[in-house]
């Protein structure tokens, strides 16, 4: 028999730490980290300021949480089947790569650029996990275990690019999207040409990768432009 007064669930010390992340990180995603407020993550959680203390011993703490969260998601955003042609599975990375820009812009640049943390171990180190884990799924659709140094370079190149761009897209949002997806996996393909005219080794890597690619596909749509503009 029910009394009409809703009993609010007591939760687990780790629910509730993982509801207060969520939280946090929702907050985040709108608004820069430095405008949001314990007050503000404590109401919107329905718990009190002093509840939220108890879980996290201040405001860095919790956001460092949160930034984990969006760094191991923004993480799993470059893993992608092995399958198909490289430039397609590229767009794919990229196109869930900017859903994540474009629904946790705040937060997105508070984990790029370090937010109430910057200059931190702990958001250095999610940084360059995120980076990392970006690094090793690009060199395993090339099917390489150990990249020449010309590769690595093109490749963490590319990923500081992505970042770049993204950034510079959230300021205004002034290029479509899409065209911005589209040329980055044309910008991987233009770093790897570029060092393939001083390289045999990347120049076969090349090679390779024009071979299985399709007349629609995305590195065929750069070099029909590129000769358009020569003509």
């Known amino acids: 028999m029910t009394t009409g007064v809703q009993v609010r669930r007591r939760m687990g010390v780790e629910e509730r730490r993982q509801q207060l992340i969520g939280v946090a990180l929702e907050l985040f995603s709108r608004r820069s980290p430095d405008e949001v407020s314990i007050d503000e993550i404590a109401s919107a959680a329905g718990i009190s300021r002093p509840l939220v203390y108890h879980y996290f011993p201040g405001k860095l703490s919790l956001y460092e949480a949160a930034l ?3 760094a191991d998601d923004l993480a799993t ?11 397609a599975r590229l767009l794919r990375v990229m196109r869930r790569y900017f859903d994540f820009v474009d629904e946790h812009g705040p937060g997105f640049s508070a984990l790029m ?10 958001t250095n180190a999610l940084v360059d996990g995120v980076r990392q884990a970006a690094y090793l799924q690009i060199l395993a659709h090339l099917d390489i ?6 590769l690595e370079l093109v490749i963490r190149s590319w990923i500081s690019l992505a970042e770049s761009t ?6 205004g949002r002034r290029i479509p ?3 911005l997806e589209a040329q980055l996996v044309h910008d991987f393909a233009a770093l790897t040409a570029v060092s393939a005219a001083y390289d045999d080794e990347m120049a076969t890597l090349l090679r ?14 750069l070099v029909g432009r590129l000769i358009a503009l020569a003509s």
């Open 68 to 70: 984990k969260r969006a």
């Open 77 to 87: 955003r470059f893993v992608e089947p092995q399958e198909g042609p490289l430039g």
């Open 113 to 122: 650029r370090g937010g109430p943390a910057v200059g931190s171990s702990t």
């Open 145 to 150: 275990n150990r990249p020449p140094a010309r």
């Open 166 to 171: 993204a950034l510079i897209w959230l300021d």
């Open 177 to 179: 999207r899409a065209e």
């Open 208 to 221: 390779r990768m024009l071979k299985d690619e399709p007349a629609e596909g995305p590195f065929t749509d």
